[in-house]
């Protein structure tokens, strides 16, 4: 159909930081483009609105909400937008067919300079189309921009702005985070104070002598913030789980673990252990059974100056009594004699588990071939792109664009692939371990260090031990040992007692 000579049109430019700096967007090149669009289709420009630096993820865009305005006051005055591509106007599906109904509405055509469609059903169907692939496009780019981010993360390394007490430094092309002497002095100086037992406006009025102005909530933030024990926690990516930052700690962590359980941070975690203390190993897993406290341990004076151990209840107001260490210990060896299994019933465990084994391995040996499978097929992909580069089939936009989910893709696979091999691996070698550790429970217990006593006792009694009766008992054992004894053992490893929560 053609156009009069009166019929007039807006144009509608934008660019992002980020599309200006990667694909040379700007503004005069899209103009200079829709300008001459609007010549070659006979339209008088009426206005030009000119969007920099934002993005097409929302509408909430300055220029755009201009335009919006300009529309309506001028309805009856303008026959068409003029936009350089659909995705200048917007990245997402929705938005754009929300303002393609409102041009509508105002009898407004759009025009894509790059992309020819109408107002015809074929036409509709085109702009859709583009709408939808803009969106796919900008969630793909989302989609690798996080998985960057993970990376990066599960690499140790900080990607936001630094925080207080540190500083970025660009090592080898990548951010690391480095002490800024200063503020680190600062940090440091707010967890020994607090650790001291230093709180509220005391605090604060000590910190702030330094010449910085600290406020109750930028400390509280501190005293939170794992950054600072040489940790990255991102609970959206990871929950609760911590990262090994590559950027050196301003506070130790055991100081900053400690600061979390006055603070209430870990008040569902277990609580920290005690110091380890061979004279009474126990320590630490023995609680009272009338008053459920954790039993301590300290040494008697008797005749001659002469130095007796005992395990006692910490409260002076329970009804338990300090007993012997040594026939506490004795009981408790009898316990390890009771819950551990002879010689029939590891055997017949292994046994088990050797057709257990033997069904993980098939499937083990499948899921290697579905793995192997998938890194030669993605191999194959990288290989065709370089031949079609090689050939200058396509450019190298195009070839990076296409490059990147395909690395990704391939590292996430062997990533997979070598946690598959080292998890299995490591289960067997546990699990062989495991049974040696549980055949000799007493004597491993009678000629081990006092720290594999401690890693020892929390997996074997897992709700701690009791002492009653002359007795050392437990509420819970192991699956495992319930397994390899059959259940015989754990009525004898019970003791009946009234139970306190700690």
């Not at 529309?71 to 936009?83: E, P, Q, S």
């Not at 941070?265 to 059974?289: A, W």
């Not at 200058?392 to 296409?402: A, K, M, T, V």
């Not at 067997?428 to 020892?456: H, Q, R």
Request: hydrophobic fraction near 30%.
């Amino acid at each position: 159909m053609e156009r009069k000579s009166n019929m007039k049109a807006i144009i509608y430019i934008r660019v992002s930081t980020t599309e200006q700096a990667e694909k040379g967007y700007s503004l005069k090149a899209q103009e200079e483009s829709c300008l001459k669009y609007a010549s070659n289709n006979n339209y008088e420009v009426a206005e030009i609105f000119r969007e920099e630096g934002e993005s097409a993820k929302t509408v909430d865009r300055t220029e755009l909400k201009k335009m919006l305005k300009y529309m309506n006051r001028n309805k009856n005055a303008i026959d068409a937008l003029i936009v350089y591509k659909m995705d200048r106007l917007s990245r997402d599906t929705h938005d754009s067919l929300s303002l393609r109904i409102t041009f509508d509405k105002l009898g407004i055509e759009l025009k894509s300079v790059t992309e020819p469609f109408d107002r015809s059903a074929a036409g509709t169907l085109s702009a859709n189309i583009l709408s939808v692939l803009a969106q796919f496009d900008n969630d793909q780019r989302a989609e690798r921009t996080v998985a960057g981010m993970k990376q990066a993360v599960e690499e140790g390394r900080w990607i936001w702005r630094a925080p207080f007490g540190y500083r970025l430094n660009k090592i080898d092309g990548k951010s690391i985070l480095v002490q800024d002497k200063d503020e680190a002095d600062s940090i440091r100086q707010i967890f020994k104070l607090y650790g001291k037992g230093v709180k509220g406006r005391e605090l604060i009025s000590k910190i702030n002598k330094k010449g910085r102005k600290f406020s109750k909530q930028t400390i509280s933030k501190i005293l939170r913030n794992e950054v600072y024990k040489g940790k990255i926690k991102i609970e959206k990516w990871f929950g609760d789980q911590e990262k090994d930052g590559l950027h050196k700690p301003i506070v130790d962590p055991e100081l900053f673990d400690r600061i979390q359980f006055k603070l209430g941070v870990y008040k569902n975690l277990q609580k920290p252990k005690l110091k380890l203390n061979k004279n009474f190993p126990l320590r630490g897993i023995l609680y009272c059974p009338e008053c459920g406290s954790m039993i301590t341990g300290s040494f008697s004076t008797g005749r001659g100056n002469r130095k007796y151990p005992y395990y006692r209840c910490p409260d002076s107001k329970c009804s338990f009594k300090s007993k012997k260490r040594d026939e506490v210990e004795e009981s408790f060896i009898k316990l390890l004699h009771s819950l551990t299994p002879d010689e029939k019933e590891i055997k017949n465990f292994k046994k088990a588990m050797e057709e257990v084994w033997k069904e993980k391995n098939k499937s083990k040996a499948s899921e290697a071939r579905r793995i192997e499978g998938k890194i030669k097929k993605t191999d194959g992909k990288i290989d065709n792109l370089i031949d079609l580069r090689g050939k200058n089939l396509i450019d190298d936009e195009e070839f990076s664009r296409r490059y990147e989910p395909l690395k990704l893709e391939k590292h996430e696979i062997t990533t997979y692939k070598k946690e598959n091999e080292t998890n299995h691996k490591s289960i067997e070698s546990y699990l062989d371990y495991g049974l040696k550790v549980f055949e000799n429970m007493p004597y491993f217990w009678k000629n081990s260090t006092i720290e594999a006593k401690d890693k020892l006792l929390p997996i074997v009694f897992p709700e701690g031990i009791y002492y009653k009766d002359k007795k050392v008992g437990t509420t819970k054992i192991p699956t495992i040992l319930r397994v390899l004894k059959g259940g015989n053992g754990e009525k004898s490893a019970m003791v009946a007692h009234r139970r306190l929560e700690p």
